[in-house]
């Protein structure tokens, strides 16, 4: 079983397009993260939820707007997409952080805006 | 920045032979982490020390840490060719959870 799934793998898209990339664990985790990996593999975290609360809000503009119905599935909904946003996406799941726990993380999403 | 910082950036190697990939951090820590991320895939976990901890040991996988440096080093004995990919160190502040990552280490085994 997939411990942490994010859907689509690939997407290509204009720019000025809205999109969302979908992620769900079923670790049963509290927390989730969403990162972004650039061209160099730079990864850098966006946003953390833990049981549905937005704890982590890193300075990202705000075309990136997360959601998470519930405390296994985190989505990430971005506007107006311009090609800066294209990178790898990764979505990522713990226990409560203040464990120090180790993160899972998903397959990722390739985003290409062109 | 927080951001760790690793070297060498790239490492080729045969197999049997030694990896060594060392992290640098600025500030107090909770934890370290080390990540392995093949190509095209995403970051798996290998291996967590405490900041209380100096040496931790995973199967084939040996991390120090040296607080008083503010470095880690990821020891890889043996290296098979599966062992190609990269490599991450990721330091946790103890900000709920926020890992920063350093921009890893390329390692290249040959069969």
């Known amino acids: 079983d997939t411990a942490v799934s994010q859907t689509p793998k690939y997407l290509v898209t204009q720019m000025g397009n809205d999109k969302s990339i979908k992620c769900e664990q079923n670790?049963?985790?509290?927390?989730m993260y969403w990162y972004k990996q650039d061209s160099k593999k730079f990864l850098k975290i966006m946003f953390s939820y833990n049981n549905k609360e937005l704890i982590i809000n890193e300075t990202v503009p705000n075309r990136f707007s997360p959601k998470s119905p519930d405390k296994a599935h985190l989505n990430l909904h971005i506007n107006s997409l311009e090609l800066g946003d294209s990178a790898v996406y990764f979505c990522a799941s713990s226990q409560y952080p203040g464990q120090g726990n180790e993160q899972y993380f998903g397959p990722g999403t390739r985003l290409t805006v062109t | 920045s927080q951001q760790g910082e690793e070297d060498p950036q790239a490492l080729s190697i045969q197999e049997g032979e030694n990896a060594t990939m060392n992290c640098s951090y600025k500030t107090s820590i909770n934890n370290l982490q080390w990540y392995r991320q093949n190509s095209g895939r995403g970051l798996v976990h290998l291996i967590l020390i405490r900041s209380n901890e100096r040496e931790k040991h995973s199967g084939r996988l040996r991390v120090t840490l040296d607080t008083s440096k503010k470095s880690s080093s990821l020891l890889i004995t043996a290296s098979r060719a599966a062992d190609t990919a990269s490599y991450f160190c990721?330091?946790?502040?103890?900000?709920?959870?926020?890992?920063?990552f350093g921009q890893g280490t390329i390692l290249t085994v040959h069969p």
């Open positions: 670790l049963g985790h509290d927390t």
């Open positions: 990721a330091t946790d502040f103890g900000m709920r959870g926020k890992l920063t």
